[in-house]
């Protein structure tokens, strides 16, 4: 069965430091997103990408993030200068229009 | 306002009976997508179930069902025959403008509910 991956898994970073989280999406979706879910908090939208370009952004996804397919089947999320408050369970979906599949997440940790 | 209220913050159930997970909504929009989700401790977040504004009946997916009252905004996940695999934190989500199959518009989620299966 096809399925979201994500590496790495774990990664623990120093404040201030840049990040990339890796997310190969299913191979015949379209539409690709990023949320994170802060520990024992509902999960929440950061970005979504169709087409080579973002769709749609909340809030959270500020100037300091950043999102690309570099080559046609990763999709990645950066984060510039990481701040402790972005340390978070971070997921990437791809999706039709009923479904949409989460990778397993990469739990980022912010020290 | 909340878009997606999960009223229950846990939820207990004995080993081989059913289990409703309540889940509320609010959208203006006739056309959205209802969606529910397990989330283990491990983490990841498995799709369950789905279902459309428009559709004409409840979905089922093996043990899992939708209890789907779209006067009241509801849309209820059933669990039937539980299992102790069944244990997990249980989300709720709303992709509005999607019945049609024409939005491919961002999740919204409730706060979740932890579920609690006893041998």
């Known amino acids: 069965e096809p399925e979201v991956t994500q590496t790495p898994s774990h990664q623990v970073t120093q404040m201030g430091q840049e990040v990339i989280l890796r997310c190969v999406p299913i191979?015949?979706?379209?539409?690709f997103y990023w949320y994170r879910q802060i520990l024992g908090q509902k999960v929440e939208f950061l970005v979504s990408f169709y087409n080579n370009e973002i769709s749609e952004k909340s809030e959270i996804f500020d100037d300091q993030f950043s999102v690309e397919r570099p080559d046609g089947s990763n999709f990645t999320l950066k984060i510039r200068s990481t701040k402790l408050e972005d340390s978070a369970m971070y997921f990437c979906a791809s999706s039709l229009p009923r479904t949409a599949f989460f990778g397993q997440g990469t739990r980022l940790t912010v020290v | 306002a909340q878009k997606i209220t999960q009223t229950q913050p846990g939820m207990f159930v004995q080993e081989k009976e059913a289990v409703t997970l309540d889940c509320t909504y609010d959208t203006s929009d006739p056309s959205y997508g209802l969606f529910w989700y397990k989330q283990p401790s491990s983490g990841e977040m498995i799709f369950l179930i789905y279902?459309?504004?428009?559709?004409?009946q409840n979905a089922t997916e093996g043990r899992y069902s939708l209890n789907f009252q779209k006067a009241r905004k509801s849309a209820n996940l059933v669990i039937s025959a539980s299992q102790l695999g069944d244990s997990a934190m249980y989300f709720c989500?709303?992709?509005?403008?999607?019945?049609?199959?024409?939005?491919?518009?961002?999740?919204?989620f409730g706060q979740g509910t932890i579920l609690t299966v006893h041998p």
């Open positions: 989500a709303m992709r509005e403008g999607n019945a049609g199959g024409t939005s491919y518009g961002k999740l919204t």
């Open positions: 279902q459309g504004s428009y559709d004409q």
């Open positions: 191979s015949n979706h379209l539409y």
